[in-house]
């Protein structure tokens, strides 16, 4: 079965960086896309950045372009989600997901992790 664990989150001030982690266990890593997605409460979940398995194909929301970067080592079975010049409606929790194929849509991801706390303050 499929683990994602996520961790690095954190409260930063607005300009400040974090750097996400997603840890990935019990399949063959590189065969996945991961995904970073993030929520609010009473929002729906939404996509902030996704990596195909073996890197070429990276896409990322338009709220967070030039400012957050993905990436992922398929030697280590980790991906990370580095956000820089953060702003205070990034705030929200944080999920790394797994599916087979690039999307941007929730409901195309088979696993999902129990997500990470990321609050910026003004």
């Known amino acids: 079965q499929v683990r994602l664990v996520e961790s690095g989150g954190g409260l930063v001030q607005a300009g400040g960086s974090l750097r996400l982690s997603c840890a990935f266990a019990?399949?063959?890593?590189?065969?996945?896309?991961l995904g970073w997605f993030r929520q609010t409460p009473g929002k729906e979940r939404e996509f902030v950045a996704v990596?195909?398995?073996?890197?070429?194909?990276?896409q990322y929301s338009d709220s967070v372009k030039g400012r957050f970067a993905i990436s992922r080592d398929n030697a280590k079975n980790t991906a990370s989600l580095q956000m820089n010049s953060l702003k205070p409606e990034d705030t929200a929790v944080y999920y790394c997901?797994?599916?087979?194929?690039?999307?941007?849509?929730?409901?195309?991801?088979?696993?999902w992790g129990r997500g990470t706390q990321v609050t910026v303050s003004s």
């Open positions: 997901a797994a599916g087979g194929i690039v999307r941007t849509n929730p409901s195309q991801f088979d696993y």
């Open positions: 019990g399949g063959a890593f590189s065969t996945y896309t």
């Open positions: 990596i195909s398995g073996r890197g070429g194909n990276i």
